[in-house]
């Protein structure tokens, strides 16, 4: 039986509530919670019935989905492009340094900003785009410590870090069945190895990876899009 995206992003911050994180993480947000209308927003135009590409990211980045509540969350394109506006609550405990502003925070997510640049660069409007794509994240966590860097889910204690993968694995699994796609892909080797786990030797599921458009990959700096087209197209996926 599938879950439908509310069910599984209830029973997701049900389970997430129950972990703790300790040092070097100082603070821990769940864009999930706090930005959950505009989630809602998102699952309800975008995530109806089923897909042949489910895209999944590593967790949310400090002025992306932790903003504003969407996958690689860029502000001005979530608002402009993908048509999310919401009110933004904030996390139980704020970092000085990174304040939740939503969709007035004036910095942009350059990995949002390529991705969904791309998106509406090659299919122009989103109902084309999500005619074929789902697009969400393995963790919806935003970790920092003290400085109020960044801290990835893979860079955290052992003992932490499978606790928070057995709850984020059992959500993706959740979400491939919701939408029975043809094709799960990561973007980044991270989301391409948590897919590899969940999916197993499942014959009816193709794996595959894309390059992150993070800004400290020199490849994604030198021009991501093209390399985003040509891994999908590599992979079988059609861009129509």
């Known amino acids: 039986m599938s879950h439908s995206l509310h069910a599984i992003t209830d029973?997701?911050?049900?389970?997430?509530?129950?972990?703790?994180?300790?040092?070097?993480?100082?603070?821990?947000?769940?864009?999930?919670?706090?930005?959950?209308?505009?989630?809602?927003?998102?699952?309800?135009?975008?995530?109806?019935?089923?897909?042949?590409?489910?895209m999944l990211g590593m967790n949310p980045g400090p002025f992306g989905m932790a903003q504003v509540g969407v996958p690689f969350g860029e502000v001005a394109l979530a608002r402009d492009w993908l048509g999310i506006h919401a009110a933004i609550g904030q996390p139980e405990i704020v970092h000085p340094k990174r304040p939740i502003q939503g969709f007035d925070c004036?910095?942009?997510?350059?990995?949002?900003q390529r991705f969904w640049s791309w998106a509406r660069d090659t299919f122009v409007t989103p109902e084309r785009f999500f005619a074929q794509f789902f697009v969400t994240n393995y963790c919806p966590l935003c970790f920092m410590v003290e400085s109020g860097a960044n801290l990835t889910p893979d860079k955290l204690r052992a003992a932490e870090r499978e606790a928070l993968f057995a709850v984020c694995d059992r959500a993706l699994a959740?979400?491939?069945?919701?939408?029975?796609?043809?094709?799960?892909?990561?973007?980044?080797?991270?989301?391409?190895?948590?897919?590899?786990?969940?999916?197993?030797?499942?014959?009816?599921?193709?794996v595959g990876r894309v390059?992150?458009?993070?800004?400290?990959?020199?490849l994604a700096n030198a021009g991501w899009a093209p390399l985003m087209t040509k891994a999908l197209l590599e992979l079988g996926v059609t861009l129509t």
Request: hydrophobic share 35%.
């Open 11 to 54: 029973e997701l911050n049900r389970d997430l509530a129950r972990l703790r994180f300790g040092a070097p993480v100082t603070h821990v947000y769940n864009p999930l919670t706090y930005a959950r209308p505009a989630w809602n927003q998102y699952c309800e135009k975008f995530g109806q019935g089923p897909r042949k590409v489910l």
């Open 211 to 218: 390059p992150h458009p993070s800004p400290a990959s020199p």
């Open 106 to 112: 004036p910095r942009s997510e350059v990995s949002g």
């Open 174 to 206: 959740q979400t491939i069945a919701q939408f029975q796609p043809e094709f799960v892909i990561g973007v980044g080797h991270f989301a391409e190895a948590r897919l590899r786990t969940v999916v197993g030797n499942n014959p009816q599921i193709r």
